[in-house]
């Protein structure tokens, strides 16, 4: 056998010195930018807006929830947060970036409870709390921890002006469903009037006035360009037309 030889110096890690021809060309003095054209630049500012959106919609509905906001306050910032959202996911483009909610939320790891539910209604809780009674079990009703809080705002009085237009807001809905006029970009914002304008006549509950929030959620779900179906306009139309009269009758 050969003795092993005595090494003559302690074993050095292999060192590489990369080749000139592959060392790398960046400045690492240069701005590292995340968007290589405009177009790219405002996508992601767009992004960056519905994530503060939905981030600032749920510290809002916290703050109705704990009573620490105003209703007239809290109602006011959420109508502004809830169309900025929207405006924000009409341009095509955001929105396919966008995907849905639950995606958005899920990429960028948000617990977002409250803001998910005021989302998916697309109403302040203040616009339907009054509503809530005659919805099905399981609806939403309005975020505060229990119905004993009292309402702190003063019901509009109920003058003709106000009587005419929450009618004319009826009627509108109904010739837009005549008229073949589905979308929801045309009928949500006629919703939105109605429950709104039949607030400041009065803070009563009538029959099937929960009818209307059903479907301004139903619609709330749906793209803009999306259309209700013959059958769901049939039903709008008579669910409507049942809400009205109920309207009709608690004036009389």
């Not at 970036?97 to 005021?118: I, N, Q, S």
């Not at 005659?134 to 309005?142: K, R």
Request: glycine share 4%; with cysteine; charged share 25%.
């Amino acid at each position: 056998m050969y003795a092993q030889q005595q090494l003559a110096y302690a074993p050095t890690p292999y060192i590489y010195t990369p080749s000139s021809n592959l060392t790398a060309t960046i400045n690492l003095d240069e701005e590292v930018r995340l968007a290589d054209n405009t177009a790219e630049r405002d996508l992601y500012e767009s992004l960056a807006e519905i994530y503060s959106i939905i981030v600032t919609l749920d510290a809002l509905e916290k703050a109705y929830l704990r009573d620490s906001i105003k209703e007239t306050e809290y109602t006011e910032t959420c109508e502004r947060l809830l169309r900025q959202y929207k405006n924000s996911l009409a341009d095509e483009t955001v929105a396919s970036a966008f995907g849905d909610l639950e995606a958005f939320k899920a990429e960028w790891d948000l617990e977002v409870p409250r803001a998910t539910e005021r989302l998916r209604i697309g109403l302040p809780a203040t616009t339907i709390e009054h509503t809530h009674a005659h919805l099905p079990p399981g609806t939403p009703g309005p975020s505060r921890a229990s119905s004993q809080y009292p309402t702190t705002s003063t019901p509009a009085p109920s003058g003709a002006h106000a009587i005419v237009s929450a009618s004319e807001n009826f009627i509108t809905l109904f010739d837009a469903i005549r008229m073949n006029m589905l979308s929801k970009d045309t009928l949500h914002p006629i919703l939105v009037e109605i429950i709104q304008s039949v607030n400041k006549v009065t803070d009563r509950d009538f029959e099937n006035k929960g009818k209307i929030v059903q479907w301004l959620i139903t619609l709330n779900q749906m793209r803009a360009a999306e259309e209700l179906s013959a059958e769901q306009a049939r039903e709008v139309n008579f669910d409507l037309n049942a809400a009205y009269d109920g309207f009709k009758g608690v004036l009389e």
